[in-house]
């Protein structure tokens, strides 16, 4: 996608060869920021202090935080060592494990002389990977906004609601939930997207608004609790958002508030479809809520809030008591009951193991 009418990607190799350059996304949407990936800490900050976010892209940041981590020791060790460091920075998302797990099962039975190259070189193919990955989803997303299209007056958009952000802020590129609003723009489909803040990082106001609009999508920005009044007086069509784990039999592990919106949309008979890659499905997982551990952060982003003020500076802010205590369960799970589809890159599944097990057998 493109800032200032330059096409970014959210991470890429350092001209030294020898690190990588990411978006900061603390800092949007007041300031575009790059910055550069050295060591392997600075790699597990990135992650873990949610610089980089989104599941693809904490997978391909991983990745690439274990090819500079063979630069630095290349050893078993040192590859054991590196693959525990980032996999506890986010416990949630699955694609940090598979990422970690790939890189890992691919260096082990190389020499440590050689470990480096290799890394390097698997982590732009799972860069790219991804990048396909996101617009096969697109393009399975979109046969579902021409269908509503068909349905509606000619010229009325198609209403979409999201949460969080799923778009290309969270993956390498296109993004997962917003692919096929992307390809829908492209093909003249006029759309509207209902953009939820998602507190409490308020990653939907932040992130989604400054995608749309950077890309010109029409949308309107709701807090989280308008989703449900929407649905019911028929403002809604669908709704696409992303996930962060998926289980076999198709719970959905998303930012929280994503439940809810699930269950407002069954009561008022509006879609509910999650756009995901096949590696963030965790084939080892049946039951979302019983199994898939929910990240539990700081209560500093529940209490404290960033905001430009109208001098132009960038401050935080505490919106709560100072000796109020809070909690802040980043997921939630969703049932496979109240899911409508499953967007992947090989087709629309149900949301179940054997509408999953249907598109990917191999598994």
Request: charged content about 25%.
């Given at each position: ?5 330059r ?7 350092a001209?030294?060869g ?36 989104g ?14 981590a ?32 790939d ?8 020499p ?31 046969s579902?906004i ?15 609601l ?14 997962t ?11 003249g ?8 803040e998602t ?12 995608e ?15 989703g ?9 069509d669908?709704?696409?958002v992303?996930?962060?784990r998926?289980t ?46 929910i ?41 496979a009951?109240l ?6 890159e090989?087709?629309i ?15």
């Amino acid at each position: 996608m493109k800032v200032s009418n330059r096409h970014y990607r959210t991470i890429w190799p350092a001209e030294d060869g020898r690190s990588v350059e990411i978006i900061d996304q603390r800092w949007l949407p007041h300031e575009f920021r790059v910055v550069r990936l050295a060591t392997t800490d600075e790699v597990a900050i990135a992650i873990r202090d949610m610089w980089v976010r989104g599941a693809p892209l904490i997978g391909v940041t991983a990745a690439y935080g274990v090819a500079i981590a063979m630069l630095e020791d290349p050893s078993d060790e040192g590859l054991d060592r590196t693959w525990g460091q980032l996999h506890e920075t986010r416990p949630t998302a699955i694609n940090l494990r598979w990422a970690l797990d790939d890189m890992r099962a691919l260096l082990r039975p190389l020499p440590p002389s050689g470990r480096a190259e290799a890394a390097f070189a698997r982590a732009a193919e799972i860069a790219d990977e991804d990048v396909e990955l996101n617009r096969g989803i697109g393009r399975h997303g979109l046969s579902l906004i021409r269908q509503i299209a068909a349905s509606k007056p000619a010229g009325e958009p198609v209403r979409i609601l999201t949460h969080c952000n799923a778009g290309w802020l969270a993956t390498v590129d296109y993004g997962t939930a917003t692919a096929p609003i992307y390809m829908a723009m492209e093909e003249g489909i006029p759309v509207h997207v209902y953009v939820d803040e998602t507190r409490p990082r308020n990653q939907g106001a932040q992130l989604t608004a400054w995608e749309m609009v950077g890309e010109g999508v029409p949308h309107t920005l709701v807090v989280d609790n308008a989703g449900g009044h929407l649905m019911q007086h028929g403002m809604v069509d669908m709704v696409i958002v992303g996930t962060d784990r998926t289980t076999r039999n198709g719970d959905v592990c998303n930012k929280i508030g994503t439940y809810l919106k699930a269950l407002a949309a069954r009561d008022n008979s509006v879609p509910f479809y999650v756009s995901l890659p096949s590696p963030t499905i965790d084939w080892t997982v049946g039951d979302g809520v019983a199994e898939i551990p929910i990240e539990e952060r700081s209560g500093d982003e529940v209490s404290l809030v960033w905001g430009r003020t109208g001098d132009g500076k960038v401050v935080q802010v505490r919106i709560s008591p100072d000796a109020t205590e809070a909690a802040n369960p980043a997921f939630d799970v969703t049932p496979a009951r109240l899911i409508t589809g499953l967007i992947t890159e090989r087709g629309i599944a149900e949301a179940s193991e054997s509408g999953l097990r249907g598109l990917f057998p191999e598994a």
